[in-house]
């Protein structure tokens, strides 16, 4: 799904990858429970740095739902795939190593070598399906 059929309050704090949006780490979370309050499951998401001439895609630092089980109504699986992510994500907050995974994009190393901070430019891409799209 494209995120852009969020309502534009979910992606007034977006930033745009590609076709793509991205959350910083201290929005994520308050956009995951609005969407997830409207009725938007999250399929996950992973962590990019996202500059101005260019983005970094660790596409291992993922945090990810399960898929709907049959039978799974749309409400329990909205919940669920909250609560997932939310986990996911927070498991990577904690665990991870920003700088350290920075060191291993050449682009980025020659950035925070002209002193530039990328870890503001990391955020989480996200992706969001309305039950619109429920079969």
Sequence with gaps: MSSTELPSHLLAQAVP?????????SDF???????????FACLGGQ???VLPDGRCEPYWLNADARPRQPGESWAAYVHRTEAEVAEGFDLLLRTTD???EA??????K???????????????IAYFTPAANDA
């Design 17 to 25: 990858s590609g076709n793509e949006f991205g959350w910083r780490s």
């Design 29 to 39: 979370p308050v956009v995951l429970r609005s969407a997830a309050a409207e009725g």
């Design 47 to 49: 962590f990019q740095w």
């Design 98 to 100: 920003f700088d350290a």
């Design 103 to 108: 060191e291993k994009w050449q682009h980025l």
């Design 110 to 124: 020659e950035k925070k070598a002209q002193g530039v901070p990328v870890n503001d430019y990391l955020v989480f």
